[in-house]
């Protein structure tokens, strides 16, 4: 099993920046790739960034070049740095640890954080 618990979230105005943080309890950290998603309300969940175990990063089109994604294994932590936000990122963000080298897929992971609120305001 693992634990995951994301923090960092809150209110900003566009153009602001924010990093989300997740905390990994539970089985070898390091052994799993890493994902965060997001989900705005009436739309599914959608896949942001990903970090897999050998450090190779991917992000969804719309957040390349503004969003990056950081792990620690020391701290059992994940980031995520979000910058020049909009309003479109508005959205719960959830982290996610799974062992398939499908980074995108949500079924490529097999635990979840709780979610933390991001809210960008025009």
């Known amino acids: 099993q693992v634990q995951l618990v994301e923090s960092g979230g809150g209110l900003v105005q566009a153009g602001d920046s924010l990093r989300l943080s997740c905390a990994a309890s539970g089985r070898t950290f390091s052994n799993y790739n890493m994902g965060w998603f997001r989900q705005a309300p009436g739309k599914e969940r959608e896949f942001v960034a990903a970090l897999s175990w050998r450090s190779n990063t991917y992000y969804a089109d719309s957040v390349k070049g503004r969003f990056a994604v950081s792990r620690d294994n020391a701290k059992n932590s994940v980031y995520l740095q979000m910058n020049s936000l909009k309003p479109e990122d508005t959205a719960v963000y959830y982290c996610?640890?799974?062992?398939?080298?499908?980074?995108?897929?949500?079924?490529?992971?097999?635990?979840w954080g709780q979610g933390t609120q991001v809210t960008v305001s025009s």
């Open positions: 996610a640890a799974g062992t398939s080298s499908y980074y995108t897929r949500t079924n490529a992971y097999d635990y």
